[in-house]
């Protein structure tokens, strides 16, 4: 009995430290890119990218680490990519709105922030992370 509490325990505490890592991730990688250890950033965005293609906060990022890198090429493929699965998609297409910028497409940029920020804006108003 006291053997199978100890495996419980240490099974619930395993557990709890694996979401807390992954609760982490993204302020870590977010760290990195600002920080410019963008290798790093890279890592910790490509990871969680291929554990879930649908986490849009960490493509978001991962669009972002591109663009610190000087690779807006791989940015614009990921955004467009992330775009045609999920349209409504506030932070990407402010991503795409910043690859527009640099490509000196100042209209299609203004026109995918404000899709986002009317996107974003719900009961309780604009969402500021957005």
Known sequence: MKRMKITITVLVAGLLGTSTVMAQSIPEGVNHLYAERNKSAKETFDKLVATNPNNLEAVYWLGQTYIAMEDVKSARDLYSKTLQANGNAPLILVGMGHVNLIDG????????????????????GADIGV
Do not use: H
Request: glycine residues 4%; proline residues 0%; positive net charge.
């Open 105 to 124: 497409k100042k209209d299609e940029a203004r026109q995918m922030f404000e899709t986002a920020i009317n996107l974003s804006t719900g009961k309780k």
